[in-house]
């Protein structure tokens, strides 16, 4: 991101802020959330941000994934719904599976998987036998994983899984390989802000 793609997008969160010099001030009568955005990988590596979408007693699961170079450039991106219920373990490995299931053509270098759900991630590096619903995917997640060069999974602090709720709200399943629709492209340039 350049300056001027800073400044704007800056402009953009911050609408009643100025510009004074090159200090941005930004009033404080309107606090503003801090979003958890994504995290840069290590240098070289390629990562995927997994997360799924659900609204307590009802029908339906969104997952959205998105694959990133190290340097912040999407690779490919996609949304799948389910018309399930379950638990939000069982959504949030969904998640990891669907996205290690559909890597980028481009994933030969090391890749790592970040996903806010800390329970699933600790029962995927642990090395240990599965003795829960969702053993059945964890396992499918550490064999995917096994069959990469190189893998590590973490867990994340996300609030913006944008991705995941869209899937939701829509109901679709969509893939994003080549091109992205301004809508992505305009979420993933605000949860990259780590490069800014």
């Known amino acids: ?15 009643a802020s100025n510009l004074i010099g090159d200090t941005v001030v930004i009033p404080d009568a309107v606090p503003t959330p801090i979003m958890k955005q994504w995290q840069t990988p290590e240098i070289g590596s390629i990562c995927v941000n997994c997360d799924a979408a659900m609204n ?3 029908t339906g699961v969104g997952i959205g994934f998105i694959w990133w170079t190290w340097e912040g450039k999407i690779l490919s991106a996609g949304m799948i719904y389910l018309s399930s219920i379950c638990t939000v373990e069982m959504a949030e490995a969904w998640a990891i599976l669907e996205a290690i299931k559909r890597p980028p053509a481009a994933a030969t270098d090391p890749i790592e998987i970040q996903s806010d759900c800390k329970s699933v991630v600790e029962e995927i590096k642990n090395q240990g036998h599965y003795f829960s619903a969702v053993s059945t995917i964890l396992h499918q997640i550490k064999v ?8 590590n999974i973490i867990h994340v602090k996300r609030t913006n ?3 995941a709720r869209k ?16 809508w992505l492209a305009n979420f993933c340039k605000a949860d990259c802000l780590i490069l800014v």
Request: charged share 15%; with cysteine; proline share 4%.
């Open 1 to 15: 991101m350049n300056g001027v793609q800073r400044l704007t997008w800056i402009f953009s969160v911050y609408p």
């Open 56 to 58: 307590k007693n009802s």
């Open 144 to 151: 995917q994983m096994e069959a990469f060069h190189c893998v």
């Open 161 to 163: 899984n944008m991705l």
């Open 167 to 182: 899937c939701l709200a829509d109901r679709t399943t969509q893939f994003f390989d080549h091109s992205f629709p301004g």
